[in-house]
C-alpha cells in the first residue's frame, strides 16, 4: 500500500472516529485491511448524508448530491478528487463491492431532500434498501461471505436497522415535518401526523407502535442467520452491529413504544450487553431451530480478490 493510499484511509478513519458512532466501534474487531475498508465505506456514506442533511436550500443540496454522484464515478474508474475517493476505489477493487450499492446508497439519501410520504410499507422499504441495505450488502463484501443467501439476509437487516432509527427519531423528526412511517398504517389506527408532536402518547399511537416494533421484531429475527455465514472477523463486528440495534428496538419496546418523553439511548447495562454479545458470540445462539432453514457451517477462506465494480445504477 501506498503512502498515499495510507493516507486516504487514515483520512477515511478520521471522519468515522470524529462521527462517534457505533459503527465504528465494531471496526474494531476487525483485521486491518478490513477495518480500513470499513472506514472508507462509512465516511463516503456519512458524507453523502451529511451534504443530504445539512441546512442548505434543497436546490443547493440535490447539485451537491448530484456532483457527489458524479465524483463518484469517476473514483470507481480510477480518478480522484480527495483522499476519500481514493480509499473508497480500493475498498471496491479489493472486497469487489458492486457499485450499485453506493449508487443505491447516494440515491436513498437524496429521497431525504423531499418530506418523506410513504404511502405503503413496502414504498418505506424501497427508501430503506436504499439508505441502509445497500450500504448492509457493501459491508457483508468487507466482511467476507461464500453463501449468496447473506445477501438477502443483509437486505432485511437493513430494513429493521433503519426501522429502528425511524421509530427512535419519531419525535425529533416529526417536530421538522417528517413522518417515515406508512400512511395507510397510520390511518389504520387512526393516527395523524400531528399527533407525533405532542409530549405524550396516546393509546392510538402506542398501538400502531407496537406494530411497527412487532415489525421490526420479526425482521430482526428473520435476519439473525446472517451471522452464521459470515467470516469471523466479519462475523464479530456484526454481531456487535447487530446487538447494538436490537437493544434500541428493546429499549423501545420497554418504554411501550414512548419515544417523546426523553432520547433512546442505550445505557451502561445496554453497552455492556452488546459487548458481551461481541465477545462470546457463538453462530449456534444466533441459528434458526427449525431444520427447514438451518443454515451450513461456516468454513474460513481467504478474502476473495474481485474486479471493480464500476457499472453505475439504473436510476
Not at 466482511?143 to 438477502?152: N, P, S, T, V
Not at 429475527?221 to 447494538?244: K, N
Given at each position: 500500500?501506498?503512502?498515499?493510499?495510507?493516507?486516504?484511509?487514515?483520512?477515511?478513519?478520521?471522519?468515522?472516529?470524529?462521527?462517534?458512532?457505533?459503527?465504528?466501534?465494531?471496526?474494531?474487531?476487525?483485521?486491518?485491511?478490513?477495518?480500513?475498508?470499513?472506514?472508507?465505506?462509512?465516511?463516503?456514506?456519512?458524507?453523502?448524508?451529511?451534504?443530504?442533511?445539512?441546512?442548505?436550500?434543497?436546490?443547493?443540496?440535490?447539485?451537491?448530491?448530484?456532483?457527489?454522484?458524479?465524483?463518484?464515478?469517476?473514483?470507481?474508474?480510477?480518478?480522484?478528487?480527495?483522499?476519500?475517493?481514493?480509499?473508497?476505489?480500493?475498498?471496491?477493487?479489493?472486497?469487489?463491492?458492486?457499485?450499485?450499492?453506493?449508487?443505491?446508497?447516494?440515491?436513498?439519501?437524496?429521497?431525504?431532500?423531499?418530506?418523506?410520504?410513504?404511502?405503503?410499507?413496502?414504498?418505506?422499504?424501497?427508501?430503506?434498501?436504499?439508505?441502509?441495505?445497500?450500504?448492509?450488502?457493501?459491508?457483508?463484501?468487507?466482511?467476507?461471505?461464500?453463501?449468496?443467501?447473506?445477501?438477502?439476509?443483509?437486505?432485511?437487516?437493513?430494513?429493521?436497522?433503519?426501522?429502528?432509527?425511524?421509530?427512535?427519531?419519531?419525535s425529533e423528526d416529526a417536530e421538522q415535518g417528517?413522518?417515515?412511517?406508512?400512511?395507510?398504517?397510520?390511518?389504520?389506527?387512526?393516527?395523524?401526523?400531528?399527533?407525533?408532536?405532542?409530549?405524550?402518547?396516546?393509546?392510538?399511537?402506542?398501538?400502531?407502535?407496537?406494530?411497527?416494533?412487532?415489525?421490526?421484531?420479526?425482521?430482526?429475527?428473520?435476519?439473525?442467520?446472517?451471522?452464521?455465514?459470515?467470516?469471523?472477523?466479519?462475523?464479530?463486528?456484526?454481531?456487535?452491529?447487530?446487538?447494538?440495534?436490537?437493544?434500541?428496538?428493546?429499549?423501545?419496546?420497554?418504554?411501550?413504544?414512548?419515544?417523546?418523553?426523553?432520547?433512546?439511548?442505550?445505557?451502561?447495562?445496554?453497552?455492556?450487553?452488546?459487548?458481551?454479545?461481541?465477545?462470546?458470540?457463538?453462530?449456534?445462539?444466533?441459528?434458526?431451530?427449525?431444520?427447514?432453514?438451518?443454515?451450513?457451517?461456516?468454513?474460513?477462506?481467504?478474502?476473495?480478490?474481485?474486479?471493480?465494480?464500476?457499472?453505475?445504477?439504473?436510476?
Amino acid at each position: 500500500m501506498t503512502n498515499d493510499l495510507d493516507d486516504a484511509y487514515r483520512h477515511c478513519e478520521r471522519i468515522s472516529r470524529a462521527s462517534a458512532s457505533s459503527f465504528f466501534r465494531s471496526f474494531r474487531f476487525l483485521p486491518c485491511e478490513q477495518r480500513r475498508a470499513m472506514c472508507a465505506l462509512y465516511a463516503f456514506s456519512r458524507l453523502a448524508d451529511d451534504l443530504a442533511d445539512s441546512d442548505e436550500p434543497a436546490e443547493t443540496r440535490r447539485i451537491q448530491l448530484a456532483r457527489w454522484r458524479s465524483e463518484l464515478h469517476d473514483a470507481l474508474r480510477g480518478e480522484f478528487r480527495s483522499p476519500l475517493w481514493q480509499a473508497l476505489h480500493d475498498t471496491t477493487v479489493r472486497f469487489a463491492i458492486p457499485a450499485e450499492y453506493l449508487f443505491a446508497l447516494v440515491d436513498g439519501v437524496a429521497m431525504d431532500l423531499v418530506p418523506p410520504r410513504y404511502e405503503t410499507f413496502d414504498d418505506l422499504r424501497h427508501y430503506c434498501y436504499h439508505v441502509a441495505s445497500a450500504v448492509g450488502l457493501a459491508c457483508i463484501h468487507v466482511f467476507g461471505f461464500e453463501d449468496d443467501r447473506a445477501k438477502a439476509l443483509a437486505e432485511t437487516c437493513g430494513v429493521a436497522f433503519q426501522l429502528t432509527n425511524i421509530l427512535r427519531d419519531l419525535s425529533e423528526d416529526a417536530e421538522q415535518g417528517r413522518i417515515y412511517l406508512p400512511r395507510e398504517e397510520l390511518a389504520r389506527f387512526d393516527c395523524q401526523p400531528e399527533d407525533f408532536r405532542q409530549p405524550a402518547m396516546n393509546p392510538r399511537i402506542r398501538e400502531l407502535l407496537r406494530f411497527q416494533i412487532a415489525r421490526a421484531e420479526s425482521l430482526y429475527d428473520e435476519a439473525t442467520p446472517l451471522a452464521t455465514l459470515l467470516h469471523p472477523h466479519g462475523r464479530r463486528a456484526f454481531t456487535l452491529m447487530f446487538t447494538t440495534y436490537r437493544t434500541l428496538l428493546a429499549e423501545i419496546k420497554r418504554r411501550e413504544g414512548d419515544v417523546f418523553k426523553r432520547p433512546i439511548r442505550l445505557g451502561f447495562r445496554g453497552k455492556l450487553k452488546v459487548l458481551v454479545a461481541a465477545f462470546l458470540f457463538h453462530p449456534r445462539e444466533l441459528a434458526p431451530a427449525s431444520n427447514e432453514t438451518e443454515l451450513r457451517p461456516h468454513t474460513p477462506a481467504t478474502l476473495s480478490r474481485g474486479r471493480p465494480a464500476v457499472r453505475q445504477s439504473g436510476s
